[in-house]
Structures are given as structure tokens and as C-alpha cells.
């Protein structure tokens, strides 16, 4: 019914791919792979989704990027049907912008995860130092297949960095300019169990 309604099978999947991940950016051949479409097929939806408003584009490195576009008028109604089911606020590419399931299986089987971060690489924003950041109550070994599966999956070697709560909040205490520096990235939010993200200082506020 939602095929029908929208026009096309690639373009429900492109919608899906987008919205679950807003802050991310993906160019074509890794969204040819991630929807599992027809490359000609995939083009044509992009051209008109791009021409609607829906998504916007920028090329880096000789790379054609695509990402959703969170100032388009009918943003949120379309971010109910097609984005996560827990939508955060949107907006400022900077700010926590959308939370998944943080009882998905792939965090579930880590342990207990309070914050789960993919900024760097997965948003085309180095300031941070670091693609994944993983607070809580974690299994080091299920972290490094976590890790593994997804550099697989991203075709994409990723830093990481796993912090306990403790460290977290003794860090976010003392205005720890390399926490600052994640925050204060375009970033995609898996998890925030407790909010701590929004009382996190950018290194603007603290200089």
C-alpha cells in the first residue's frame, strides 16, 4: 500500500534509508547496495526526491553525497511514517537529532548501553576523532564483532571509543574538550537512555 502511495518500491526504500538515518550521508553506489535496487533505478528516484526538496546534496572528494533534508516543509510528517519509531527533535545538524531502538538486538547483545554515537565517517564530520562512541556497561569482546560486523556492513574501517558511566559523567563534569569535540559534531544517536547528551557543552560554550 505504501508502494502505491509513494509511487515506487525504490523510492519507499530510499525514504526508509533517510529518514531512519537523518545526519548521515550516503552517495550511490552505497545506497544502490543498502536498498538493494537497480542502480538506473535508484538514480531516477534521487532526481526526483532531490528535485521535491526532500533530500539535498553536496560532492566531497569527487563523491556525489545525498542526505535528508531536515528544513523541508513536510519534514516531520514524513519522518513518522518512514523514521525511527522513538523520533527525537529536529533541526540543527549538530544537535541530537533522532534515537533508535536502543533495545535493538545489535546493542542489546553488548550489554548494557546507556549512549551509542556514530558520528565521523558515518556523518562526513571529523572534528570529533572518532566514527562510533559507546557508553555503558559494555562486553569488550561483543564490542570488537559489533565493530567488525559493521565495518563489514559500511565497507568502512571505524574508530571507536567505549567509555563507562563513570568516566562519562567525570569527563562531562570536568568539560573534557575531547568529549566536547564528539558533541559538537554532526552526529546520528542510537541511544541516550538518561538525556545526558542535551546537557553535554559544546567547546563554543565553554570558551
Do not use: C
Not at 531512519?20 to 544502490?32: A, K, M, Q, W
Not at 566536547?180 to 544517536?189: L, Y
Amino acid at each position: 500500500m505504501i508502494d502505491q502511495l509513494f509511487g515506487s518500491k525504490t523510492r519507499v526504500k530510499l525514504l526508509q534509508l533517510f529518514y531512519t538515518n537523518p545526519n548521515r550521508s550516503f552517495y550511490v553506489r552505497e545506497i544502490t547496495r543498502k536498498v538493494d535496487e537497480q542502480i538506473n533505478s535508484v538514480r531516477r528516484e534521487l532526481s526526483n526526491l532531490l528535485n521535491i526538496g526532500i533530500i539535498s546534496s553536496e560532492t566531497n572528494n569527487n563523491k556525489l553525497y545525498y542526505e535528508v533534508n531536515q528544513t523541508y516543509e513536510h519534514y516531520s510528517p514524513l519522518s513518522v511514517i518512514f523514521g525511527p519509531k522513538e523520533p527525537g527533535t529536529s533541526g540543527s545538524t549538530t544537535s541530537t537529532t533522532t534515537k533508535s531502538d536502543p533495545e535493538s538486538p545489535e546493542l542489546r547483545a553488548l550489554g548494557r548501553v546507556d549512549i551509542a554515537v556514530f558520528t565521523g565517517k558515518f556523518t562526513r564530520d571529523e572534528r570529533s576523532g572518532v566514527d562510533v562512541l559507546l557508553v555503558g556497561d559494555i562486553n569488550s569482546s561483543q564490542v570488537s564483532k559489533y565493530i567488525s560486523s559493521l565495518e563489514k556492513k559500511e565497507d568502512k574501517e571505524l574508530k571507536y571509543v567505549v567509555m563507562t558511566p563513570k568516566e562519562f559523567n567525570y569527563r562531562r563534569k570536568i568539560h573534557d574538550r575531547f568529549l566536547a569535540n564528539i558533541f559538537d559534531s554532526k552526529k546520528q544517536v542510537l541511544a541516550d537512555k538518561n538525556n545526558a547528551l542535551n546537557t553535554v557543552k559544546t567547546v563554543e560554550e565553554q570558551e
